[in-house]
């Protein structure tokens, strides 16, 4: 069964400093992978995805991710974090069963301080 | 812009209400979603819906059921709500291209 590890419910950087979510998945299929931000009182919205082709994938506010198959990561990165990215990101991986479902790892809390 | 809307922000209930959660898509989208999100367990899918009065159960279905009577809703209803059912509950919708666009959520409180 798929399933989806995130290291570190809640990671804290500095204004300025290079921000790692890191992102660890199993999956019996080749995986879609996605990243979310959940801003406070919001839902979920998309940051980047990868489904197929470049393994380097940019997202919005400029943040990307990288699909390592053999490590099964797909680490989050941005290298100068700003106040506003305080949130929490959530890691997800399609399900089995024609790639319908998601299944999200339990998530991590980023603050960033000045 | 997909739009996805959840009826109420905020919603307070007794045990043993029966409790509807609404939600709304804009874009034709063929699937719906049912999550419940809750601190440190991430998002939790409770029930799915692929085209109008068709639907399946997620990994948390219990306790609750779904109604899907036009494509655009779908519905999720607490038959006997209980405090364990406290929760975030988030709804999503998506086409073809695997993304799947969330609502704002309804932060549901079962007293």
């Known amino acids: 069964a798929q399933s989806v590890t995130q290291l570190g419910s809640h990671v804290s950087v500095s204004e300025g400093a290079l921000v790692l979510l890191r992102c660890n998945y199993s999956?019996?299929?080749?995986?879609?992978l996605f990243w979310y931000v959940q801003y406070p009182n919001q839902g979920l919205q998309l940051l980047l995805k990868?489904?197929?082709?470049?393994?380097l994938v940019k997202g919005i506010n400029g943040f990307e991710a990288e699909f390592k198959k053999s490590e099964t990561s797909f680490h989050l990165t941005k290298p100068s974090a700003h106040m506003s990215d305080a949130a929490e990101y959530f890691c997800?991986?399609?399900?089995?069963?024609?790639?319908?479902?998601?299944?999200f790892g339990a998530g991590t809390r980023l603050a960033v301080h000045p | 812009d997909v739009k996805v809307t959840q009826s109420s922000r905020y919603l307070v209930k007794r045990t043993g209400e029966k409790v509807f959660l609404e939600c709304v898509q804009d874009?034709?989208?063929?699937?719906m979603f049912w999550y419940r999100q809750d601190p440190g367990l991430g998002l939790r899918l409770i029930y799915f819906?692929?085209?109008?009065?068709?639907?399946e159960k997620g990994d948390i279905p219990e306790g609750y059921s779904v109604s899907r009577e036009k494509k655009e809703r779908f519905s999720l209803i607490l038959e006997s709500a209980s405090t364990n059912q406290t929760s975030m509950y988030l709804c999503?919708?998506?086409?073809?291209?695997?993304?799947?666009?969330f609502g704002p959520g309804t932060r549901l409180t079962v007293t």
């Open positions: 874009m034709d989208h063929e699937n």
């Open positions: 997800a991986v399609t399900g089995s069963g024609g790639y319908n479902k998601l299944i």
């Open positions: 999956s019996s299929v080749p995986p879609y």
């Open positions: 819906s692929y085209d109008v009065k068709m639907k």
């Open positions: 990868y489904t197929t082709g470049a393994t």
């Open positions: 999503a919708s998506k086409q073809e291209t695997y993304e799947q666009y």
